[in-house]
């Protein structure tokens, strides 16, 4: 049974930065951070492969989020600055193989940007 376990989430002020971390009992070849705010669906933040190259993001984080893994340590890593109130919200972890499909997910960390 594959197991993430999301971790660094918390309060910041707008601006701010946060690092998270999912730390993953397998690491599979494509790793995942999707994000739910209150009353919104769950929407799709960064995904990176197991080579790091051309990491992907959505518009909302690009150029303020950085997703990186280590491979070594089973861990994927989401740096975020920048921070605004719209990225208030739950952030999973997520795992698979094929692009879109995360089969396996975390439960999630709490992030709360305050203007």
């Known amino acids: 049974q594959v197991q993430l376990v999301e971790s660094g989430g918390g309060l910041v002020q707008a601006g701010g930065s946060l690092r998270l971390q999912c730390a993953a009992s397998?690491?599979?070849?494509?790793m995942g951070w999707f994000r739910q705010a209150p009353g919104k669906e769950r929407e799709f933040v960064a995904s990176?492969?197991?080579?790091?190259?051309?990491?992907d993001y959505s518009d909302s984080v690009k150029g303020r989020f950085t997703i990186s893994r280590d491979n070594a340590k089973n861990t994927v890593y989401l740096q975020m600055n920048s921070l605004k109130p719209e990225d208030t919200g739950v952030y999973y972890c997520a795992s698979g193989w094929a692009p879109g499909s995360y089969p396996y997910w975390g439960q999630g960390t709490q992030v709360t940007v305050s203007s």
């Open positions: 990176i492969t197991r080579s790091g190259g051309t990491p």
């Open positions: 397998v690491m599979w070849y494509r």
